[in-house]
């Protein structure tokens, strides 16, 4: 039996027959807090899955001031950790200054995504644009032992026990954190020099800004990037010696930004360009290359081979589409979330340091996105990255696909209609020394049953589906991002 406690309830003021395409179906928000122990599990949970699953998912508590975007929602983590065959799990909200503050207003107090930034009832605000809530809802990384939320438009960075799910505080990086511009999620952690390496944006100058934290948690470098005006990057890549930053052709219109307004426009005349920066390089370093006009929303690895330095991502066909599709929700601000739409497909970029070449080809044609890799591998040569497919018109994944990079092969595994996964977490087999000699973990949303489960696959047998599922003690919501940290590499394990 599961020995399931419910460690708290969140005040919402959301209404119970809530009808928004992205608070309602497979995005209901969560509220409650569970510690569940020793969580029921059918099939066998192997005994060398060690270590801990981390998901960021969106939560609102309250209803936005005027139009809800998903990405707006109060952060909360689950956490399924793995050990001796068996699984716990456990979820928190991230303790944020904003959700703190709105649970005592018992609304919400910033304007969303969606919103002018006068809709905001504070004058003060995270985010790139301003006037927004740092849900610290995007991503979830572990550094230093400590698990990191952080925020897609730049904010705090939230830390918490990876096993407790325990508030840490924020992170001051011994005193130098930048709190002008905060930090973008996506923030990279290098498992073999410790490192944690950032980037963050804003609208005024310097516009982009890249630096390193230490084994330690302190600041090392921290230097500002010249950009021809304000981007939107949303992820970055890194090499063995170099940190890769981008500038894409998609971004707020300037003379609208001057008027308070952010709305993103694709200039398919401008190039993309991918920015190469040795990993403790100053302003002066940073090399450009031209590509293709495309955004990327995220990069899977890239990697030094000879002269060259090789970057993989998601390539979109159609960075602004007109709308999701036939299938999508009809509003048109969510055209940006469906993948199928923008026809994300896996994508290699090469650059040559010394001759100062570029080429670039498709690597699939499958629509997917949301890759993630064996992260012994980040930064090195790899072969395999785990990525999703998306209900048409959506952002839920209803599969999954690994990439052979070196093949172009491609297997898949079609969740049921009605059931939905999450970014999946690289679980390194204890022991193992093959790439793919690992487990896939994610949680599903699973409509037909009302319930979600933590499912395990065999990575080098994708096909082959869930080797093990263990219930959560309720459905979950749909959410972005998580990470898979092994046992020794978390504090106090
Ligand atoms: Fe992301």
């Known amino acids: 039996m599961v020995d399931v406690e419910v460690y708290g309830k969140m005040l919402s003021t959301l209404p119970e027959d809530d009808d928004h395409p992205y608070r309602s179906g497979a995005w209901r928000p969560q509220h409650v807090e569970y510690d569940a122990d020793d969580l029921d599990v059918q099939g066998e949970l192997p005994d060398d899955l060690y270590g801990v699953y981390l998901r960021n998912t969106e939560n609102p508590l309250h209803p936005a001031i005027a139009r809800y975007h998903p990405f707006d929602g109060d952060g909360m983590i689950h956490k399924v950790s793995f050990r001796d065959g068996r699984a716990s799990y456990r979820n928190r909200f991230v303790r ?117 934290v230490d084994a330690h948690d302190r600041l090392v470098h921290y230097v500002p990037i010249e950009l021809p005006g304000p981007r939107l990057p949303h992820d970055m890549a890194y090499t063995e010696h170099y940190a890769i930053l981008n ?79 036939p299938n999508g929700p009809k509003d048109r601000m969510f055209r940006f979330l469906a993948q199928d739409v923008m026809q994300t497909r896996l994508h290699r970029w090469r650059m ?95 409509m037909n049953r009302d319930l979600s489960e933590c499912v395990v696959f065999r990575a080098d047998d994708v096909g082959r589906g869930p080797i093990a599922r263990a219930q959560l003690p309720e459905r979950i919501a749909s959410g972005t991002h998580s990470c898979w940290a092994p046992g020794e590499s978390i504090a106090g394990w």
Request: aromatic share 12%; hydrophobic share 35%; glycine share 12%.
């Open 96 to 212: 944020t200054d904003g959700l703190r503050a709105e649970q005592e207003a018992g609304r919400s107090l910033w304007a969303g995504l969606a919103e002018h930034p006068n809709h905001a009832i504070r004058a003060d605000g995270w985010g790139a644009r301003g006037r927004m809530k740092d849900a610290a809802s995007t991503d979830v990384v572990v550094h230093a032992g400590v698990a990191v939320a952080s925020f897609y438009q730049c904010g705090d960075l939230y830390r918490l026990d990876p096993l407790t799910l325990n508030d840490l505080g924020k992170a001051t990086w011994g005193g130098k954190f930048p709190r002008d511009a905060g930090v973008s999620a996506h923030t990279k952690v290098d498992d073999r020099t410790g490192e944690l390496l950032f980037f963050n944006y804003r609208t005024k100058p310097p516009y982009l800004h890249y630096g390193v």
């Open 352 to 446: 040559n340091l010394v001759t100062g070449a570029t080429s670039e080809e498709d690597l699939s044609d499958l629509y997917t996105e949301f890759g993630t890799i064996h992260h012994g591998f980040a930064g090195r040569p790899y072969r395999y990255n785990y990525a999703a497919t998306n209900e048409p018109g959506w952002f839920i994944f209803n599969g999954l696909v690994k990439h052979d990079t070196l093949t172009g092969r491609a297997e898949r595994y079609q969740f049921e209609p009605g059931v939905f996964c999450s970014e999946v977490g690289v679980a390194p087999r204890v022991g193992g020394t093959e790439e793919d000699d690992a487990y896939l973990v994610t949680l599903t949303v699973d």
């Open 247 to 325: 500038d894409m052709p998609l971004f707020w219109a300037p003379e609208l930004i001057e008027r308070g307004l952010y709305a993103a426009r694709f200039h398919p005349e401008l190039p993309s360009r991918l920015g190469v920066i040795p990993r403790r390089g100053g302003s002066g370093d940073i090399r450009w290359f031209d590509f293709e006009p495309t955004y990327v929303l995220h990069w899977t690895n890239a990697y030094e081979s000879g002269d060259e330095i090789v970057v993989e991502g998601f390539f979109q066909g159609c960075p602004a589409p007109a709308s999701a599709g």
